[in-house]
C-alpha cells in the first residue's frame, strides 16, 4: 500500500495550504484517516482525524482553521488549512488505518515564514 502526501510549500503567515494524500489501496474505504505534524525538533502530534464513515475530529489547539475530508471514490483525504502560523511549519503525515493495519507517507513539507 502506497501512501502519497503532496500540496506542501511556502506559504505566508495568515495564508492557506490545501493538503492531499492518496492511498493506492481500496483499504482506504475502511480507513480511519490522519495527518500529523511534526515540527522541527519536536514530536509529532495529531492534527485531525477523520473517520470511514466521514466524523472529523481536530487537536483543539487548531480552534476551527483546518478542515479534514475525503472522497472515497479517489482513495484521497484532504487538509485545508487557513490562517497558518509560523509554528504550524513542519512535516505533515498523511496515515491511515484499522483492523490492525496501518499505513503512512513520508511527509509533505509547509513552511510558514514572510
Known amino acids: 500500500v502506497q501512501v502519497e502526501e503532496s500540496g506542501g510549500g511556502l506559504v505566508a503567515p495568515g495564508g492557506s495550504l490545501r493538503l492531499s494524500c492518496e492511498f493506492s489501496?481500496?483499504?482506504?474505504?475502511?480507513?480511519?484517516m490522519h495527518w500529523e505534524r511534526q515540527a522541527p525538533g519536536k514530536a509529532r502530534v495529531l492534527v485531525a482525524t477523520?473517520?470511514?464513515?466521514?466524523?472529523?475530529a481536530y487537536n483543539a489547539s487548531l480552534k476551527g482553521r483546518f478542515t479534514i475530508s475525503r472522497d472515497n471514490a479517489k482513495k484521497s483525504a484532504y487538509l485545508q488549512m487557513n490562517s497558518l502560523t509560523p509554528e504550524e511549519t513542519g512535516l505533515y503525515y498523511c496515515?491511515?488505518?484499522?483492523?490492525?493495519?496501518?499505513?503512512w507517507g513520508k511527509g509533505t513539507l509547509v513552511i510558514v515564514s514572510s
Open positions: 489501496d481500496s483499504f482506504f474505504t475502511i480507513a480511519n
Open positions: 496515515g491511515g488505518g484499522g483492523e490492525g493495519r496501518d499505513y
Open positions: 477523520i473517520s470511514s464513515d466521514g466524523t472529523p
